[in-house]
């Protein structure tokens, strides 16, 4: 079944639109990743399914309900879940009190305790401060923070960012553990072999459209497109 459906959306900022004519689907229960350089559109892309932009153009479809033009909280209450790039944490408040926030609006939430289950690291940091935690730990609470809610569609902005490889795979096999579970999950990612890894079809992004999109063991195997769109050596 498909979950979500971009069809030819266009979104900007009112100067003229960054994302021209994108066209995209998700399976339920799929990790998929959209891939590209900087500035190419991968988080107006998300904003455009969140509500935050509304498409100038074109149509955004979750479980075949038109939600263009939806806002925010409408999103959220139909179960879509943004982690930002910046993973907006509180800095003052613990990782327990992070995790309070949320304004969950389900049935069937995750409990604060589900959650440190997926990241025991969370558990023994409950009562930290979000300013004292390390990058890594910052994208464990925000994805964490995210699951509260019990979403149907997870939407992750580069999760790998700033992070060392070690905790990149640590962050990775969360992702994994996730999926498993059979959350639909996409990914935007600027870590090629990351993203990679965990999805099993992907979207490359340039100048705002979809260039090219495969299973991500056919995409590995066109280095030469991937180095043209994304300058990778090794996938
Ligand atoms: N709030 C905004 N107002 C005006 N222009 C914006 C705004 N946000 C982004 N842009 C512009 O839109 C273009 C695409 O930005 P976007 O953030 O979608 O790219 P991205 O692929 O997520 O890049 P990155 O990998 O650096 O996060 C850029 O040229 C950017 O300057
Ligand atoms: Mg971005």
Same mark, same amino acid.
């Given at each position: 079944m498909v979950l979500l459906e971009l069809s030819d959306v266009h979104a900007g900022y009112g100067g003229g639109n960054v994302i021209n @004519?994108? +066209?995209?689907?998700?399976?339920e229960g799929t990790v998929v990743s959209l891939?590209?350089?900087?500035?190419?559109?991968?988080?107006?892309?998300?904003? +455009?399914?969140? @509500? $935050?932009? +509304?498409?100038?153009?074109g149509t955004v479809s979750f479980d075949s309900l038109d939600i263009s033009g939806f806002e925010p909280h409408e999103t959220y209450k139909q179960g879509i879940s943004l982690v930002p790039e910046?993973?907006?944490?509180?800095?003052?408040?613990?990782? +327990?009190?992070?995790?309070? $926030?949320?304004?969950?609006?389900?049935?069937? #939430?995750?409990?604060?305790? #589900?959650?440190?289950?997926?990241?025991?690291?969370?558990? #023994?940091?409950?009562?930290s401060k979000g300013r004292n935690l390390s990058g890594g730990e910052q994208q464990m609470l925000a994805i964490g923070r995210a699951l509260r809610q019990n979403p149907r569609l997870l939407l992750l902005d580069e999760p790998s960012e700033g992070l060392a490889p070690q905790i990149i795979e640590d962050v990775g096999r969360a992702i994994e553990t996730i999926a498993e579970e059979g959350m639909t999950i996409l990914v935007v990612e600027q870590n090629t072999k990351f993203a990679l890894d965990i999805s099993s079809h992907a979207y490359i992004m340039a100048d705002g459209q979809i260039v090219m999109d495969g299973s991500t063991n056919e995409l590995r195997d066109d280095e030469e497109r991937l180095e043209k769109y994304l300058g990778v050596h090794e996938t």
């Amino acid at each position: 079944m498909v979950l979500l459906e971009l069809s030819d959306v266009h979104a900007g900022y009112g100067g003229g639109n960054v994302i021209n @004519g994108v +066209s995209l689907t998700i399976e339920e229960g799929t990790v998929v990743s959209l891939l590209g350089r900087n500035g190419v559109g991968k988080t107006t892309t998300l904003r +455009s399914i969140v @509500g $935050v932009i +509304s498409p100038d153009r074109g149509t955004v479809s979750f479980d075949s309900l038109d939600i263009s033009g939806f806002e925010p909280h409408e999103t959220y209450k139909q179960g879509i879940s943004l982690v930002p790039e910046d993973r907006g944490i509180f800095p003052d408040l613990t990782v +327990s009190e992070n995790l309070r $926030v949320p304004l969950v609006d389900t049935d069937d #939430e995750r409990s604060i305790a #589900e959650i440190y289950g997926y990241f025991p690291k969370l558990e #023994e940091l409950q009562d930290s401060k979000g300013r004292n935690l390390s990058g890594g730990e910052q994208q464990m609470l925000a994805i964490g923070r995210a699951l509260r809610q019990n979403p149907r569609l997870l939407l992750l902005d580069e999760p790998s960012e700033g992070l060392a490889p070690q905790i990149i795979e640590d962050v990775g096999r969360a992702i994994e553990t996730i999926a498993e579970e059979g959350m639909t999950i996409l990914v935007v990612e600027q870590n090629t072999k990351f993203a990679l890894d965990i999805s099993s079809h992907a979207y490359i992004m340039a100048d705002g459209q979809i260039v090219m999109d495969g299973s991500t063991n056919e995409l590995r195997d066109d280095e030469e497109r991937l180095e043209k769109y994304l300058g990778v050596h090794e996938t």
